[in-house]
């Protein structure tokens, strides 16, 4: 039980709550509207909610390295569809731009790739777009960068990439019932608002789950991300040839719907905290739900991609060469005396190791229009698609 948000979302929640007529409002649509509402959703103001001064810290915002190895990623893309004179890097829920602008600047290195960049983001909050381009007038890039409608893209030859973009997405929050999945619907409480189980609203079917092969004990909680899995087939079809790559934290559906997970992955994150009830802080903190991502394989494949790898982001980082690139930068800053070789060190743990940030983010990469044998340089050291 939480207190009832700002005045002015909480008049709003009230009116969405009152409008179901006592069944209470479907928890997806109330993270749509703390998070997405024009003027009062959680990503729609003018601070950015990213970095150590925010609510939560990025993998981008960590080390300019894992901008700088996911642009040899995207390099080797292009190398195995022939070097075409343009192509189109798509990134998803872009933050501060940090990522972009790191890969603008790396690709600077690389002339003939860096011409053929074509970079656009997909962003629908006014004022991350306004940092975002804070960001990049910074290195001098905005002319090599677009901000289009997301649900507009079409014949993409290139990346689609994102992180941290499907988690955000408004989910489900559905509860085993003794006859399929029940819906929890948000309802006023005495202090704050609070979720009951009810009926199962419009487009979610009570056997979801069940069709698939999932069976939950009586009172397992879980989500189920029917936004994501239709963005996920929809970024599928627009690829007309080359990479998919999904970066976030999630699990395989056996470890997502695993018993020991039966309260559910939902949480808020504020002032670098975890949050644990979902409804706390209304529109004033991050609210968050694992990826599944046996289900997110399964949308793009039926969008016509092939699953061309899977594994933790551990694995993916020491496959781009994270360790031989640390060692050189450390090396260099002590030919020239600079500082920071440890503060970077420290950086790149976090990404990799399993106990940080490791483990708990995958990657999935799915693609279209590749050499038939070709495997990106970031799953040849650990490749578990067959826990899918």
Request: charged share 20%; net charge negative; aromatic share 8%.
């Amino acid at each position: 039980m939480s207190g009832f948000g700002q005045p002015a979302l909480a008049a709003l929640l009230e009116q969405a709550v009152a409008a179901q007529q006592g069944v209470g409002l479907p928890f997806r649509d109330y993270m749509d509207l703390v998070l997405y509402h024009p003027r009062e959703g959680y990503y729609m103001g003018v601070t950015s909610p990213i970095g150590r001064g925010g609510d939560f810290v990025t993998s981008p915002e960590i080390t300019s390295l894992f901008g700088e190895l996911l642009t040899l990623q995207w390099i080797e893309i292009w190398q195995a569809l022939g070097q075409p004179g343009r192509f189109t890097v798509v990134e998803l829920g872009p933050g501060s731009g940090r990522l972009a602008a790191d890969v603008l600047t790396t690709a600077r290195r690389f002339p003939p790739f860096c011409a053929a960049l074509d970079y656009r983001l997909v962003e629908c909050s006014p004022g991350l777009q306004d940092l975002q381009r804070r960001t990049l007038a910074a290195i001098g890039a905005l002319e090599q960068v677009s901000w289009p409608d997301g649900q507009a893209l079409t014949g993409i030859e290139g990346v689609i990439f994102s992180n941290e973009f499907f988690d955000a997405l408004p989910v489900h929050w559905v509860e085993q019932g003794e006859d399929g999945l029940l819906e929890l619907r948000v309802h006023r409480g005495e202090q704050g608002w609070i979720a009951r189980p009810g009926p199962p609203g419009a487009g979610l079917d009570p056997e979801l789950l069940a069709r698939r092969g999932i069976h939950l004990a009586p009172g397992h909680r879980t989500e189920v991300g029917l936004e994501g899995l239709a963005w996920m087939e929809r970024l599928a079809r627009t690829l007309e040839r080359g990479l998919l790559v999904t970066v976030d934290y999630g699990h395989p559906a056996a470890d997502y719907y695993h018993p020991v997970r039966s309260a559910g992955t939902l949480a808020g994150h504020r002032r670098q905290e975890r949050v644990d009830d979902p409804l706390a802080h209304p529109g004033a903190m991050d609210l968050t739900a694992h990826v599944d991502f046996s289900a997110l394989a399964a949308a793009g494949t039926r969008g016509g991609l092939d699953t061309l790898g899977f594994t933790a982001q551990g694995w993916f980082l020491l496959g781009l060469g994270i360790l031989e690139r640390l060692e050189q930068v450390q090396r260099r800053q002590g030919e020239t005396g600079a500082a920071g070789g440890e503060a970077l060190k420290e950086a790149v743990l976090r990404l990799i190791m399993p106990g940080a940030m490791g483990e708990r983010f995958k990657v999935l990469a799915q693609g279209r229009g590749l050499p038939e044998d070709f495997r990106p340089a970031g799953f040849r050291l650990n490749d578990q698609r067959h826990r899918l």
